[in-house]
């Protein structure tokens, strides 16, 4: 477990997996993605099951965020399918944007691990995330595709710590 200046940060655990559902079973919380339908249970499981064994497999991946004992999202960092580097993501309950927890939980990532390369990916019409990646020290490297979608590529290199 880790903890920030408002945030605890900690592995997930399936007992998650209802917050899970209810945070990408919401529309607003797809939309930027290559396919925005919401999720459903089968597939909120699987995600869930892929973070948890993210962290049996490599001692480190997306925790689960809490605020005042009260989930309120995942974040953090995972090796990469697609691109060479530590993935940083962040998927903050849409209750709780504009509070600036997507940004602290990236600080918490890089304080927390060192790393050659991270990268992070923003759809276009994202301009939010793309301020949160930028906040987190990484820049504009690129336009690629991912699953049949453009993203943009932000990434920092050079032993991230």
Same mark, same amino acid.
């Given at each position: 477990?880790?903890r ?14 209802e ?14 993605r290559?396919?925005?339908t919401?999720e459903?249970? #089968?597939?909120? *499981?699987?995600?869930? /099951? ?8 490599? +001692? ?5 965020v ?14 990469? #399918?697609?691109? *060479?580097?530590?993935? /940083?993501?962040?998927?903050?309950h849409?209750a709780?944007? +504009?509070a600036g927890y ?16 991270v ?8 301009p939010?995330?793309?301020?949160v990646?930028?906040?987190?020290g ?10 049949g979608?453009?993203v943009a590529l932000?990434?920092?290199s050079?032993?991230v710590?």
């Amino acid at each position: 477990m880790i903890r920030t200046a408002r945030l605890l940060l900690r592995q997930p655990h399936l007992s998650d997996l209802e917050f899970v559902y209810d945070l990408f079973g919401r529309a607003q919380m797809v939309a930027h993605r290559p396919d925005p339908t919401p999720e459903d249970r #089968e597939t909120c *499981t699987n995600r869930l /099951l892929r973070d948890i064994g993210h962290w049996e497999q490599h +001692g480190f991946g997306r925790w689960a965020v809490e605020n005042d004992s009260e989930l309120i999202g995942f974040g953090g960092v995972t090796v990469s #399918e697609h691109f *060479t580097g530590l993935n /940083l993501s962040y998927h903050v309950h849409p209750a709780f944007w +504009g509070a600036g927890y997507a940004t602290e939980v990236a600080g918490a990532a890089f304080d927390t691990l060192g790393a050659q390369r991270v990268i992070g990916l923003a759809h276009p019409s994202n301009p939010a995330s793309q301020r949160v990646l930028c906040r987190a020290g990484l820049r504009f490297e690129r336009t690629t595709e991912l699953r049949g979608a453009e993203v943009a590529l932000f990434a920092c290199s050079a032993n991230v710590v």
